[in-house]
């Protein structure tokens, strides 16, 4: 009897197992997704296993199917349908902490609650590495279909082909295009297809924060102008125990002094290269860009500086103006930490209502803002899915969830997000609105050599190299520090390094 049974259920199993292979097309063909066709290969194999088995069972007893057997027939033909078809859209993302990671899984599984045929795959790496974990990609002939990544890397993607500008395209008009600040959009403009390469997504920006209450004492106007910066520098000392004008960078081993010139550079339009690819280090624009800096030296904080002296200085109530990005934003209310682990005690507890906030630059030649804008790049043969995954982390809640992981440092590049993101950080509410509109607004003048949209890959590599080898660090403290060069001098040494530089980059 139990024999019977067992042969009953047996064929029971049998049946159902044929019917699933008929449900699916007898050999289900594994997708091309590596996990999903690990997956049917192994409801595969079981299959194939029980009927081998069970077929050795097989007798002319009556067959009766068991309705929980046929429930989780039903069952297991929609987990074997959801395996075949689902979309997977794989997502890089250069937000690699591990709390970062979380949100993006968070909002990726949002849309798949929503979407259950498609499966979002966050996978974190290294901004550092982004480079050659794409070349290893398009080696294998496995891209992924979203990439976040520095406003740096989009030109060279999308000279390289690597990079669906139609995609990008979609996605910002499905997002709203008009809703998109300008700078940004121009940003990631390819110059010769005149077509978006990615979509802007976040970053930071790069100001003057100065001592609005003095300013306001002296009747000074906002330090923006090359003229009012230097008028500033020279009349805030002496007032409210303030000792210098500014805080300047001009130690030769540190970066900081070449990010606050090349900002100054842009502003005068002096640029590394010419349209035609020219090195144009001694150009009179850029004479009179080094000219101006070195000249801050007379009102600023003395003997070679970096942006920790700055900062400190200006936390103490020493100097009326820094260099610095939004992410001073807590160090103004909080105090910074110090290089021995303690931390600064500002000389105004309410200092940060005190200061004001000019990111934009003006020249004799020109205006500039410097910052860092981080993208969503659409790749190369993406799943169409990717537009909607896109739009989908810009949209709303989802939008302000990412922002709200380091609100200091991402600010939004969408105008319908700045009201809630001013909510987003407990420090936004020791600022005025109008700084932090200022800072929402940075964008729209923001510009950096490396993204000059009409330079090639080796004039952004030389780019890099000017930064790297620390050429302006060097110039600036010889001329504002050492005295052993003048503007003229120091342009003039700038364009035979640089030329050697691009001559070794074209070999």
């Known amino acids: ?87 997977v859209v794989e997502f890089w993302t250069t937000d690699n902490e591990e709390d970062r990671v979380k949100m993006y899984e968070e909002v990726a599984a949002r849309y798949m609650a929503l979407h259950p045929e498609v499966d ?70 390819n110059a010769s297809t005149g077509k978006y390469a990615a979509v802007p997504f976040d970053g930071w920006i790069q100001a003057l924060w100065y001592r609005q209450d003095v300013f306001d004492t002296l009747n000074l106007p906002a330090p923006v102008k090359w003229e009012d910066i230097t008028a500033s520098c020279k009349g805030l000392p002496g007032t409210d125990n303030l ?20 900002q100054v550079a842009i502003s005068n339009n002096a640029w590394p290269f010419d349209e035609s690819g020219a090195v144009t280090m001694d150009t009179p624009e850029m004479v009179a860009a080094l000219e101006f800096y070195a000249g801050l030296q007379d009102c600023a904080i003395p003997g070679p500086q970096y942006w920790r002296g700055a900062r400190e200085a200006y936390e103490y109530g020493q100097s009326g103006m820094m260099f610095y990005s939004t992410y001073i ?5 909080d105090g910074s930490g110090k290089a021995d682990g303690s931390v600064v005690e500002l000389a105004y507890s309410d200092l940060a209502a005190r200061t004001g906030f000019a990111p934009s630059m ?24 990717a537009v909607d995954v896109v739009k989908f982390f810009m949209t709303g809640q989802n939008y302000q969830d990412i922002l709200a992981l380091a609100p200091l440092g991402k600010v939004p590049v969408l105008e319908s997000a700045v009201d809630e993101w001013k909510n987003s950080s407990k420090y936004f509410e020791y600022y005025p609105a109008e700084t932090l509109e200022a800072v929402a607004a940075g964008y729209d003048s923001m510009q950096r050599w490396l993204f000059r949209p009409d330079y090639d890959a080796v004039e952004r590599a030389v780019v890099g190299d000017i930064e790297g080898r620390l050429l302006i660090s060097q110039v600036i403290s010889n001329i504002a520090i050492e005295g052993s060069m003048t503007p003229e001098s120091g342009a003039q040494w700038l364009q035979e390094q640089v030329e050697i530089l691009l001559a070794e980059r074209q070999k």
């Open 329 to 333: 934003m807590d160090d103004l209310v």
């Open 243 to 262: 000792l210098y004008g500014i805080g300047l960078g001009t130690d030769p081993g540190q970066n900081y002094p070449h990010q606050v010139f090349e």
């Open 362 to 385: 003006e020249g004799p030649n020109g205006a500039a803002t410097y910052g860092q804008l981080v993208a969503l790049g659409i790749m190369r043969d993406a799943n169409p899915v």
């Open 1 to 87: 009897m139990k024999k019977n049974k067992w042969r009953l259920l047996s064929m029971s199993i049998v049946i159902i197992l044929s019917m699933i292979l008929a449900a699916c097309g007898g050999q289900v063909e594994a997708p091309a997704d590596t996990a999903a066709a690990e997956k049917v290969a192994e409801l595969q194999s079981q299959i194939e296993a029980l009927n081998n088995q069970l077929k050795e069972a097989q007798s002319d007893t009556e067959v009766v199917v068991d309705p929980a057997l046929q429930a989780q027939l039903d069952e297991l033909q929609n987990q074997l349908k959801a395996v075949q078809n689902r979309t």
């Open 120 to 189: 979002i795959r966050i996978v974190p790496i290294e901004e550092a590495g982004i480079s050659q974990r794409i070349s290893t990609a398009v080696a294998a002939n496995r891209l992924p279909d979203i990439v976040r990544q520095g406003i740096e890397r989009v030109a060279s993607f999308a000279a390289d082909g690597l990079l669906d500008e139609e995609a990008n395209m979609a996605a910002i008009a499905a997002i709203g295009e008009d809703d998109f600040r300008k700078g940004p959009l121009s940003m990631v403009t």
